[in-house]
T-cell receptor, first 113, second 115 residues
Framework: SQQGEEDPQALSIQEGENATMNCSYK?????LQWYRQNSGRGLVHLILIRSNEREKHSGRLRVTLDTSKKSSSLLITASRAADTASYFC?????????????FGKGITLSVRP | ETGVTQTPRHLVMGMTNKKSLKCEQH?????MYWYKQSAKKPLELMFVYNFKEQTENNSVPSRFSPECPNSSHLFLHLHTLQPEDSALYLC??????????????FGPGTRLTVL
């Protein structure tokens, strides 16, 4: 079954507002990662949070992880039009001898100038 | 630029054609991946190579054939594809053992259309 599911599927905000995106997953993980993808381009890694971490910051990005609820959130503060993109959460976990990074379907964020 | 390049960026092919996608990473990573991205579906992992050895094949049809001659280059050979194979094909690389734990660096992708 799909590991990471983002919510909402689409989000439209005004420039300057904050954007909050959520990700839920079903099984235990080693870490959770957030990626951004501009239309028709490759994914760009934004931030990685390990299972023993609760919060992480990078510039205007803030990521939280709640392993008891199996959920994470990505907050983009003071959004800009250039933040318009799709955002994906990806969960890294080990199953037996294998490790895997599983992506969700993504959230489409539109930031209106 | 992420240090991962892919060629061609766009490819249109008929179902009877044979073509190849190329990926090159300039980051010194040891692991490389092929992903398929279709509209409204999660990113699908196709193949994983670690130190040139294939470590994962996610039940990909044999009409997709990967090749990894060295840790910097990865190919995806295509033959007798179907229209439903039309998608964005992404290559990625990462560093270290337990590779799935680490961030992955993606190329810009090849937009494939099968007629």
């Amino acid at each position: 079954s799909q590991q990471g599911e983002e919510d909402p599927q689409a989000l439209s905000i005004q420039e300057g507002e904050n954007a909050t995106m959520n990700c839920s997953y079903k099984t235990s993980i080693n870490n959770l990662q957030w990626y951004r993808q501009n239309s028709g381009r490759g994914l760009v890694h934004l931030i990685l949070i390990r299972s023993n971490e609760r919060e992480k910051h990078s510039g205007r990005l803030r990521v939280t992880l709640d392993t008891s609820k199996k959920s994470s959130s990505l907050l983009i503060t003071a959004s800009r039009a250039a933040d318009t993109a799709s955002y994906f959460c990806a969960t890294a976990r080990t199953t037996g001898a294998n490790s895997k990074l599983t992506f969700g379907k993504g959230i489409t964020l539109s930031v209106r100038p | 630029e992420t240090g991962v390049t892919q060629t061609p960026r766009h490819l249109v092919m008929g179902m009877t054609n044979k073509k190849s996608l190329k990926c090159e990473q300039h980051l010194g990573h040891n692991a490389m991946y092929w992903y398929k991205q279709s509209a409204k579906k999660p990113l699908e992992l196709m193949f994983v190579y670690n130190f040139k050895e294939q470590t994962e094949n996610n039940s990909v049809p044999s009409r997709f054939s990967p090749e990894c001659p060295n840790s910097s280059h990865l190919f995806l050979h295509l033959h007798t594809l179907q229209p439903e194979d039309s998608a964005l094909y992404l290559c990625a690389s990462s560093q270290g053992e337990g590779f799935a734990y680490n961030e992955q660096f993606f190329g810009p992708g090849t937009r494939l259309t099968v007629l």
